[in-house]
């Protein structure tokens, strides 16, 4: 995102369908969503497809989206979630992250962040993979992407309490996991 940058103007000028818009939208968010879209499938291939599945339908359905300033990124971000749950629900495929390609975010003050980035990718791909696909989804737009909890709440169509207590439980589920695995040795 560069320094003229400007998600309110970016979103008007894609609902005129102005292709300059909609290219700086799919450069700032492209790898993003196909980001999210990698820690769901652990398939780069398929990451690709689904983050462009997420761009046909934004524009397609640009025309509904009502700017509630700066809201684009989460909305395009409500896209990814579906795009993906329906890529589960019709290939019946359950998510793997390849351990050897996980790439994290950089470094924030949050010590959650910070446990989910020195962990090895056998273990970051073992603990999310025992979470819930909600559970997954939060923690990797709050501690990975790093939204707040009112923007992860729009994109997952949660409320924000509701996102809290999600994340709450999968980082005590993390905690217990890795104190079992502490406690085997």
């Given amino acids: 995102m560069g320094s003229d940058w400007d998600p309110e103007e970016i979103a008007s000028g894609a609902k005129r369908y102005d292709p300059d818009a909609f290219a700086a939208l799919f450069d700032t968010f492209f790898e993003k969503i196909r980001r999210y879209a990698y820690f769901h499938t652990g398939d780069e291939s398929l990451a690709d497809d689904l983050a462009s599945e997420v761009f046909s339908q934004a ?54 962040e910070d446990a989910l980035r020195n962990l090895s990718c056998e273990e970051l791909y073992v603990a999310l993979s025992t979470l819930s696909e909600d559970q997954r989804a939060i923690l990797l737009l709050r501690f990975i992407e790093g939204y707040d909890v009112k923007t992860v709440a729009k994109i997952v169509g949660k409320r924000p309490g509701a996102v809290r207590t999600q994340q709450h439980r999968a980082i005590a589920a993390l905690r217990e996991r890795f104190k079992a695995m502490e406690d085997d040795g």
């Fill in 59 to 112: 524009l397609e359905s640009i025309d509904g989206f009502t700017d509630r300033g700066g809201t684009i990124g989460p909305w395009l971000y409500g896209i990814a979630k579906n795009v993906v749950a329906s890529h589960f629900r019709s290939a019946a495929a359950k998510p793997t992250i390849p351990l050897e390609e996980v790439a994290l975010a950089p470094s924030g003050d949050c010590p959650e």
